[in-house]
């Protein structure tokens, strides 16, 4: 789960969602899984898509310099964007990296903080970015399966990251994993969570180059995607209800201090800076 690519179907936030964070990550593992798996084995690097919503840097089956580098200017820009917003520095202890993919961000964020937790849904995305984070030197990084990150003691990170994340997770499960991830957050800790947001949740189309390239379709004279079999986990996008995102961060003993514009080709997306009381 990463950018460039890959959610399910939207529920409305006042459905019945899990209580436990076990339960929680073994509904994300046993709905997308399966999806990730099979993108993984087919294409790790993924297409990563500009600010235009136009094909930056074209998928392939090796992590080229052109796809890392997008990751080292995305975290390079966001830090310094949230010293901006926080007029101080953050602390620089320990970082979780949700949804990690082939360590795209895992990297940087490894070479910025002491230890980092990188946790994927998909075995095989996770063999990439440790092979990545191993070709790097670097050894600061644990890697961990969605049920493995309930271990993980409450109250731990310093910053905890998830970008091109959420809007491929069922929402009813999304906004439980919100209030989870921010309970992992310790004191004055901060996060960055990626989401696309309005006024009510909605099941919005994926129109990224290379699920065309996948599907071999094209949108239809309405504006949809047409097809014989629902569209996998990375194919969907969803999207939140601010307001059930707002209270699920007051929930949680956080409060939002800043948003920033992340545009997925016509699709507004917004980066949320969280900070824990």
């Known amino acids: ?14 459905d019945a969602a899990p209580s436990s964070l076990t339960s929680i ?35 392939s089956q090796i992590a080229t310099a052109a796809f890392l580098d997008t990751g080292e200017e995305d975290i390079a820009s966001l830090l310094s964007a949230i010293t901006s917003l926080l007029g101080r520095d953050m602390a ?3 970082a979780l990296d949700f949804g990690c993919g082939a360590g795209r961000l895992t990297l940087p964020l490894a070479r ?18 440790r092979q990545n984070i191993e070709n790097a030197g670097l050894r600061n ?6 049920g493995l990150l309930a271990e993980q003691p409450p109250r731990h990170f310093d910053f905890v990251c998830s970008l091109l994340v959420f809007q491929y997770i069922r929402p009813a499960t999304g906004y439980e994993i919100i209030e ?39 949108p239809d004279a309405r504006g949809a995607i047409p097809h014989e ?4 986990s990375y194919a969907q996008m969803n999207e939140y209800e601010e307001r059930v995102v ?15 514009a992340a545009n997925q080709g016509d699709t507004p997306g917004t980066v949320l800076i969280i900070q824990k009381a």
């Not at 993108?39 to 990563?48: D, H, N, Q, S, T």
């Open 246 to 260: 707002h209270r699920r961060i007051e929930a949680a003993g956080a409060r939002p201090v800043g948003r920033f």
């Open 180 to 218: 989870t991830l921010l309970d992992l957050l310790a004191p004055g800790g901060v996060a960055a969570l990626q989401f696309t947001l309005g006024p009510r949740g909605r099941n919005l189309r994926r129109l990224a180059c290379w699920t065309r390239r996948r599907w071999g379709m094209a």
């Open 141 to 146: 990084v644990t890697f961990l399966g969605p």
């Open 25 to 59: 990550l073994r509904d994300v593992k046993d709905r997308h899984a399966e999806d990730w798996e099979e993108l993984a084995r087919r294409e790790p690097y993924f297409a990563v898509l500009t600010s235009e919503g136009s094909p930056g840097v074209e998928g």
């Open 229 to 232: 079999k629902p569209l996998p």
């Open 112 to 129: 910025r903080f002491t230890t980092v937790v990188a946790c994927d849904v998909a075995p095989t995305m996770l063999k990439h970015a």
């Open 92 to 94: 620089m202890g320990s």
């Open 1 to 14: 789960m990463e950018r460039g690519g890959s959610g399910a179907t939207c529920v409305s936030g006042a």
